[in-house]
């Protein structure tokens, strides 16, 4: 599994497989956790893809670096939204996702938790929003316009969930975790790849 979860669906990547045989289906599960995990963390040289975005690359890679079964139940069981993250909404607040819509995976059931300046509304003013509820006039009042990263807010996700309080949490700007990049992502700058024998020899002189 560890061996060849860059070994692409279409038996590109890495190890090369011998034959016909396509990479295991541990190792094709992993490949797409892998690179949805890789796209949605921040990096150094990068900001995180917003998770819309990383599931429509995963499904644009679907049968070529991807087992195409496996990335259609990965975004049915992940979801576009899940229970406990953040989203913005078209009205500018953000919202907790407390439930998803049984048939409308975009229109959860948010808890506000900042207003439309960004300041945080106390327990007794936070209310649930059900995005999937229409006004008189038959439009939606509210849509999520992207999914959000607490970090960016110095919200405690943790304090949030167990009290309803909004607490800043501690910043950690270090250089964080590198690592090879999955298919479909973008290599950083200055990246060899480490299995092109060519590329590590120009890198090394």
Known sequence: ??????????RTGYPPLSGQRMPSLPARIVAVADCFDALTSRRQYRK???RRQA???LQ???GRGYDPRIVRTF???????????????TSG?????VRNHETKPARPVVRMVLDPRGDPLDAGEQREIDL???????????SVERSLDPRDFDLDMLSLLSTGQLEPTEHDDGVGLMHEPAYGEQPPPGYVDAHDELAVREATG
């Open 93 to 97: 607040e953000v919202g907790l996702v």
């Open 75 to 89: 975004v049915r069981l992940l979801g576009l939204f899940p229970v406990g993250s953040l989203v913005r909404l």
């Open 60 to 62: 644009a890679a679907a």
């Open 132 to 142: 999937s509820e229409r006004a008189a006039d038959g439009r939606h009042p509210r």
């Open 55 to 57: 599931l429509a690359i």
């Open 1 to 10: 599994m560890v061996l060849e979860h860059h070994a692409a669906y279409d």
């Open 48 to 50: 995180a893809e917003e």
